[in-house]
């Protein structure tokens, strides 16, 4: 739910900021204002939140980093951060709704994806358990045909089906993971466009990551070496 409370955040703040060339402030007081029905609520509260904070002289990052509302991650808070430091928010923005709308788009496909492998095990696990206790009246002669041999036959089959299922769902998970490290190179990217120098743009895209994973770790090591002056 949160996703989709921060991806909605997003969505309308780009709709003003980027769209409507609207001052962030006025942005997120329109955000605020707004009736926009209780499916949005979450959305209007952390809207007036973040404009609070700002009132009171936070940077957006830092009132971003503060709601309660929402809970923004880290990855989040320091991309508009970043941003705050290069005078770039409106592209950043707009970066940050294209990448929310891919990971939409990812999870959607993996789900999709998903369903296919577990409606098959479904079946099978029903049909198998339709013949055990109506086999006789299914098929004729039942009792005769349901020897040791088939029994193990068909236990065969079910674990095929199974490993197929899980080699399936290992694959998409994979795939997922390297369109994250693409992810990764297009932020290090977009940062070094921006004016970021590379070695804090390398730091974002281990956020983007996740520092403790093997992808995160390289991107980490990298930032070193930059920092460091070695090839």
């Known amino acids: 739910m949160n996703k989709k409370n921060v991806k909605q955040f997003t969505d309308s703040l780009y709709e003003l900021v980027c769209v409507q060339n609207i001052p962030l402030k ?8 707004s009736d926009a029905g209780e499916n949005k609520k979450k959305i209007i509260n952390a809207a007036q939140e973040i404009y609070g904070f700002m009132l009171q002289g936070l940077s957006f990052s830092a009132a971003l980093s503060k709601c309660t509302e929402i809970s923004f991650d880290v ?28 990971q939409k788009e990812n999870s959607q496909c ?24 109506n086999g006789n009246n299914l098929v004729p002669g039942f009792q005769n045909l349901w020897t040791r041999e088939t029994q193990l036959k068909l236990i065969k089959n079910i674990l095929l089906l199974i490993c197929i299922s899980i ?3 290992n694959y998409l998970l994979k795939n997922l993971n390297r369109n994250k490290t693409y992810e990764a190179f297009v932020v290090v990217n977009f940062l070094i466009e921006s004016g970021m120098n590379m070695s804090i743009a390398f730091s974002y ?11 995160g770790k390289l991107f980490l090591q990298a930032k070193d070496r930059l920092s460091l002056g070695m090839d």
Request: hydrophobic residues 50%; contains cysteine; charged residues 20%.
């Open 26 to 33: 006025e942005s997120l007081e329109i955000m605020g204002n």
């Open 75 to 102: 990855s989040y808070v320091t991309f508009i951060s970043f941003s705050e430091l290069t005078g770039k928010l409106s592209e950043s923005i707009s970066f940050l709704k294209r990448k929310n709308d891919e």
């Open 110 to 133: 993996l789900i999709g994806a998903c369903v296919y492998p577990v409606f098959v095990i479904f079946l099978a696990v029903v049909f198998c358990t339709l013949l055990i206790v």
């Open 167 to 169: 080699f399936s769902l």
């Open 205 to 215: 895209a281990a956020l983007v990551l996740g520092e403790t994973t093997k992808e």
